[in-house]
Structure formats: structure tokens, C-alpha cells
């Protein structure tokens, strides 16, 4: 999520949030939840459509892999934020890890 104003499509601001078991599976789901309705009036918003899925999340050494479905793919600045918002909910949560995000079972599209 992200209290960012929007000025840079790839610009995200954390949010904290309590989760009860501190897992990358936990925190992902938290972020799919969106922001609540106090985070919103404080102006936070997420880029990740309502009704997206985490379907499975998988640790290889230092790669959290997580697959999503009903996340916007492709090359474009919405989508540049979602994949921020994923891969910082992994490394702000988990130091030293990085996110690998997957669509339906595919490689998300680079945004270089």
C-alpha cells in the first residue's frame, strides 16, 4: 500500500501494520486486504485490484516466489506499482529477501 501523493508511478510508502504470524504468505495476504478505511482518509491507497489472489507462496534460499491472480500484468506505470508494492512488502518485512512475483503461474513482466 501506499501514502505516497502518486507523483512517481513506482513510489511507494509503507504502511505498518500488526499481523498475527509474521510470514511472507501473512504479510502478502495483509497487503491484498487493502488499506482500511481510517488508512484511507489518511490518504494511503493501493495500486492491486479488489479480488486479487495470492494462490501460493514459496521460499528458495533468499526468493520469496509468490503467484498472484487478477493482478495487472504487462508494462505500464499501475503495473510498475503493483510489483513495487508486492516486492517492498517482502523486502521491507523480511531483510535480505527478495520477491519473485509470478501471475498465474508466469513471470510478471519486467518493468525496467
Known amino acids: ?22 510470514t511472507p504468505k501473512v504479510v502478502l495476504e495483509a497487503l491484498l486486504k487493502g488499506p482500511s478505511s ?10 492491486i485490484e479488489r479480488g ?11 526468493v520469496v516466489i509468490a503467484d498472484f491472480s487478477g493482478i495487472a500484468n504487462g508494462k505500464s506505470c499501475r503495473v510498475k506499482a503493483i510489483q513495487n508494492q508486492i516486492a517492498r ?3 521491507d518485512n523480511f531483510p ?4 519473485k512475483i509470478l501471475v498465474d503461474g508466469k513471470p510478471a513482466t519486467p518493468q525496467n
Open 1 to 22: 500500500m501506499s501514502a505516497s501523493d502518486g507523483m512517481e508511478c513506482g513510489a511507494v510508502e509503507p504502511l505498518q501494520r500488526h499481523v498475527d504470524k509474521k
Open 38 to 47: 481510517e488508512e484511507i482518509l489518511k490518504g494511503a491507497y493501493t495500486s
Open 52 to 62: 486479487a489472489k495470492l494462490l501460493s507462496v514459496q521460499e528458495e534460499g533468499d
Open 89 to 91: 512488502t517482502i523486502t
Open 96 to 99: 535480505g529477501k527478495s520477491a
